[in-house]
């Protein structure tokens, strides 16, 4: 193939958040993201209110990672999928 070959491709745009382009952008995995947040924030800082003094244990350590944890990966999926919607959607 030389380089002259390629005028005779046809090429066209697809612009979609997955591999084919479906056309599918609904907000509502983003919303669900962010609510699990919300939920996961408010879970942590009632723990941290309800150990007071006794945030040291190893009970308390390991649910706060656990909810930190799952609050990032949460926050993640949000960014992603309004990322996605962004640069794909809003054109």
């Not at 509502?28 to 150990?51: D, G, P």
Request: with cysteine; glycine share 4%; proline share 2%.
């Amino acid at each position: 193939m030389t380089e002259n070959d390629n005028e005779f491709i046809q090429t066209i745009e697809a612009s979609a958040h997955c591999d084919g382009p479906c056309g599918v952008y609904d907000p509502a995995s983003a919303r669900i993201a962010a609510e699990a947040v919300q939920s996961m924030t408010k879970k942590m800082v009632t723990l941290a209110e309800n150990h007071g003094s006794d945030c040291g244990t190893a009970s308390y350590i390991n649910t706060m990672s656990r909810y930190a944890t799952i609050k990032e990966e949460e926050a993640q999926k949000c960014k992603d999928e309004l990322l996605v919607l962004w640069t794909d959607y809003f054109k």
